[in-house]
């Protein structure tokens, strides 16, 4: 049974940094693609990042430059670190694999 766990969500202020974290079970992590979604209320989910098993990555237009996506294949964690954080990205993040899904953790940026 694959498992996807994120954490690292919470409260911050715009300009702000936050890092979150997902943790795999169920698969061979290191063989898998993996990403970062969001969905901010009222608007559909949308693809923040994908880091692939040869750590290639790559990341939505309204990111670029803010956010890094990395992976650990010994502890099965992918992780998202956000900087120069703005309202916008408010969002619910969620961790992927093919059709799996995590729960999602919340973000939420104060102006």
């Known amino acids: 049974q694959v498992q996807l766990v994120e954490s690292g969500g919470g409260l911050v202020q715009a300009g702000g940094s936050l890092r979150l974290s997902c943790v795999a079970s169920g698969i061979i992590f290191r063989r898998y693609a993996m990403n970062w979604y969001r969905q901010a209320p009222g608007k559909q989910r949308e693809l923040v990042a994908t880091?692939?098993?040869?750590?290639?990555?790559n990341y939505g237009d309204s990111v670029k430059g803010r956010f890094t996506i990395s992976r650990d294949n010994a502890k099965n964690t992918v992780y998202l670190q956000m900087d120069s954080l703005k309202p916008e990205d408010t969002a619910v993040y969620y961790c992927?694999?093919?059709?799996?899904w995590g729960q999602g953790t919340q973000v939420t940026v104060s102006s």
């Open positions: 880091i692939t098993s040869g750590d290639s990555t």
């Open positions: 992927n694999t093919f059709s799996h």
